[in-house]
């Protein structure tokens, strides 16, 4: 007689760090394999650094503020997850021009559209992280943010080799480099900028996606952006039980606590993977150095 599953959240980074199933080699290589047309626009930044808020101004402008879905990954699917969740990349979509959710490098990501990508504080991009899988992949309480900050800079497919490989392509036409701090800071700003991207759009349109990319809107729409389908359609496969929580819209304060050593270790990495390379010192500097072009 086979003994049943037990379904479980990690309580230990081991335990976390052996959490597989999220993702199939088919459903990846389904993704990858989708032949973009000229206008395609993939969003693509790293893990919490502002994927949903982005889905929600591009399809914003695209629909003229249509809110007509149950989950924002509905109408703008996750390329390299979309097929592990039923769903067809090159089924027709609801508006035009068609749209993508991505957390590709540019190296792995299907070539022959636009891209946005945004980036945001590594720090700040940790915590979110850890704030998003906490109750969701590890039981909330068992693991610090400091051993989860160990976690995230020893891990593959690193924020920071994600974040190069797009800044190396940043003189390129059809890349659109943004930070979740400028989204912050100057939303309507951003808005033109992302409308102009996309090929236009008139004031109407663009002032009906800026209010519904407001804090307050999507807060108050938060199930229409909580990663809810992606729990639905993959939490049996990766062991976890059902009923975790998630949430995607948050003020964008951290405001947690990291150790001296984990900050200088964050800060390291900077200087290895990004400052030497980009002339860029600090977070901070690229925050600037985007604003300015």
Not at 107 to 121: A, L, Q, S, T, W
Not at 155 to 177: K, N
Not at 251 to 267: C, L, N, P, Y
Request: hydrophobic share 40%; charged share 25%; aromatic share 12%.
């Amino acid at each position: 007689m086979k003994s049943e599953t037990v379904l479980r959240r990690a309580t230990t980074i081991k335990e976390l760090d052996a959490i597989t199933g999220f993702s199939t080699e088919e459903g990846h290589r389904i993704g990858l394999a989708y032949r973009p047309g000229p206008t395609d626009i993939f969003i693509s930044p790293y893990a919490k650094c502002g994927t949903t808020w982005m889905q929600q101004i591009v399809h914003g402008l695209r629909s003229g503020g249509s809110m007509d879905f149950g989950e924002i990954t509905q109408v703008v699917p996750w390329l390299e997850l979309a097929h592990d969740m039923g769903a067809d990349v090159n089924a027709p979509q609801v508006a035009a021009p068609r749209a993508f959710k991505s957390h590709l490098d540019w190296n792995e990501i299907p070539k022959g559209g636009r891209y946005i990508v945004v980036f945001r504080d590594p720090v700040d991009a940790m915590i979110s992280l850890y704030r998003f899988f906490e109750g969701w992949w590890f039981e909330a309480g068992t693991i610090s943010v400091d051993q989860f900050a160990d976690y995230y800079l020893q891990r593959g497919g690193d924020y920071w080799a994600h974040m190069a490989s797009w800044l190396r392509q940043r003189e390129r036409e059809e890349v659109l480099l943004l930070t979740f701090e400028e989204m912050k800071r100057n939303l309507p700003g951003v808005v033109d900028r992302v409308a102009e991207f996309m090929g236009g759009f008139d004031a109407a349109t663009r002032a009906i996606a800026t209010e519904q990319a407001g804090f307050g809107f999507m807060k108050q729409n938060g199930g229409q952006f909580d990663d809810h389908l992606v729990r639905q359609t993959r939490d049996a496969a990766c062991g976890l039980p059902p009923g975790g929580s998630s949430t995607k819209v948050a003020s964008g304060k951290t405001g947690a606590q990291i150790s001296d050593d984990i900050r200088r270790r964050f800060e390291d990495r900077w200087q290895e993977m990004i400052a030497q390379e980009f002339g860029l010192p600090s977070y901070s500097a690229l925050d600037q150095a985007l604003r300015e072009r």
